[in-house]
């Protein structure tokens, strides 16, 4: 998988990855340690251009390819043509994940080819993948936090099944788990696209694994869609839920032509803990046959339980009306261009109830100062948050704002598109971003320097900026 789940490791015994220090992409990445490795590829912990930390996965299949240097060769001509294959399903794999917006999807920053093969560097979080934390003890997941996780990655997948993909590999140990309890889908490897209701393989590499996998994808040429993904993701579940993996589903299709008793056990009326009718739709979602099972995952998502709204102080945001203008309404704050007036202490919490702009989830992103929401034009705060007992917090939420337009005014002149943009000011480090759904408005989050993961900080706030409806 493509995260850092252990202590740096000793790697002695090992030749096939990349030495620390090696340069990559014309020293735009330099690898800072090896991660681990799977079937069709190698992960490193690296550092770009800018000193940020990023996962690099490689191509490289040790049963095709060989290390000579940095550079990755065939073991043979008999294997040649192969390892041609590997990487262009790598490279398929890559634009893919690219192509993926969603904050519980992987982010990947590039696509690149180098020392013959292929690499994506990619979002680099802490953490532990599913299966380790059911089978290793790494963490307890309450049935609550399950139900939540579930909701999050329904929704992942019917995002990817919405653009024409599915992922076809998803198992405990490609659903990744961060230390704040978010679930983010990783390994597109198997993906395929399904287009006119026919789902086509374009990775080349077939996986299956028992417990998961649903009986279509043993066979070539079986019928596999959306429902296809909902029993892997439904079998995961089943796992963390029981403790332990699902009968194959080879096994209970037996089962079911001998009409003997399903050899997998429902959940339903077994384990105590969950909201009504959350455990039969993980029941249904796994069905044997896919016609009985749930076709499309919005169907899953409507039966799943919505999430308690939290209780918050809720305050809008008034302009200073100046004296005179007492006849004026109350509009949105307002940041001068410079030198800015004092204004008055804000509430610790604020957001727009009726915009949908809660960007309360930024106060979690490690050095946290203070977050905004700002419509870039003109300058108005739409929404605010900020550490209680900051000093000089308007002077600190003057100088974002300012920096924030004055950077997206510079790429408006070059003509050019950003997803995010990172600034080290004094003892602060300040991260950008505009909305794609709303271009005329950013987010901009302000972090001690000393304490920031600008990393972590990224998948923060591009899971908060999909949110937001203005």
């Not at 680099?124 to 299966?131: A, N, Q």
């Not at 403790?243 to 299709?253: D, H, I, K, V």
């Not at 100088?399 to 997803?419: N, P, Q, T």
């Not at 600034?423 to 300040?430: C, E, Y």
Request: aromatic share 6%.
């Amino acid at each position: 998988m493509a995260f850092d789940t252990s202590d740096t490791l000793n790697r002695s015994d090992l030749s096939d990855e990349l030495l620390p220090g090696t340069s990559l992409f014309h020293g735009q990445y330099r690898i800072v340690r090896y991660i681990n490795s799977g079937g069709f590829g190698i992960t490193y912990l690296a550092k770009d251009s800018l000193d940020r930390e990023v996962v690099i996965k490689e191509c490289f299949s040790s049963t095709f390819c060989r290390r000579t240097e940095t550079r990755v060769r065939a073991r043979s001509l008999s294997t040649r043509d192969h390892m041609r294959r590997i990487v262009k399903s790598f490279l398929n794999e890559a634009r893919s994940l690219a192509s993926l917006k969603h904050p519980n999807i992987v982010g990947v920053h590039q696509v690149f080819e180098d020392n013959d093969t292929a690499y994506m560097a990619m979002d680099y979080i802490r953490g532990h993948d599913l299966l380790e934390i059911v089978d290793e003890k790494k963490a307890t997941l309450t049935p609550d936090q399950i139900v939540t996780i579930a909701g999050k990655l329904v929704s992942a997948i019917g995002y990817i099944h919405g653009r024409g993909l599915l992922h076809c590999d998803i198992s405990p140990d490609n659903i990744f788990v961060t230390p704040e309890g978010e679930p983010i889908l990783i390994d597109f490897g198997a993906a395929r696209r399904s287009a006119a209701g026919e789902a086509r393989k374009f990775s080349g590499l077939s996986v299956v694994k028992d417990g998961y996998s649903p009986h279509e994808l043993y066979a070539g040429g079986g019928n596999s869609g959306p429902w296809s993904d909902i029993y892997s993701l439904a079998a995961s579940l089943y796992h963390a839920i029981s403790g332990t993996a699902p009968e194959n589903c080879q096994s209970r299709l037996s089962a079911k032509a001998e009409k003997r008793p399903d050899p997998c056990r429902p959940l339903a009326g077994r384990v105590a803990g969950y909201p009504v009718g959350f455990l039969e739709s993980i029941d249904r979602a796994m069905a044997v046959i896919p016609a009985a099972r749930f076709q499309r995952a919005e169907e899953w998502q409507r039966v799943l339980p919505q999430p308690e709204p939290k209780d918050r102080k809720v305050v809008l945001l008034r302009r200073l009306v100046p004296m005179g203008a007492a006849g004026e309404g109350p509009a949105r704050a307002v940041i001068p261009e410079a030198r800015p007036a004092p204004l008055p202490v804000r509430p610790r919490r604020t957001f727009l109830r009726g915009n949908e702009a809660d960007i309360s989830g930024l106060r979690r992103v490690s050095g946290f100062v203070g977050a905004w929401l700002v419509d870039s034009a003109t300058g108005h705060v739409l929404a605010a948050e900020q550490e209680e007992g900051l000093h000089d917090h308007e002077a600190t939420m003057a100088a974002a704002i300012g920096l924030g337009r004055a950077h997206l005014r510079a790429m408006e002149l070059v003509d050019d598109s950003v997803e995010d943009i990172l600034v080290t000011l004094g003892h602060s480090v300040l991260l950008i971003r505009p909305l794609a759904q709303s271009p005329k408005a950013f987010l901009c989050v302000t972090m001690d320097a000393e304490t920031a993961n600008p990393g972590l900080a990224r998948v923060q706030l591009r899971r908060i900026a999909q949110t937001i409806r203005l």
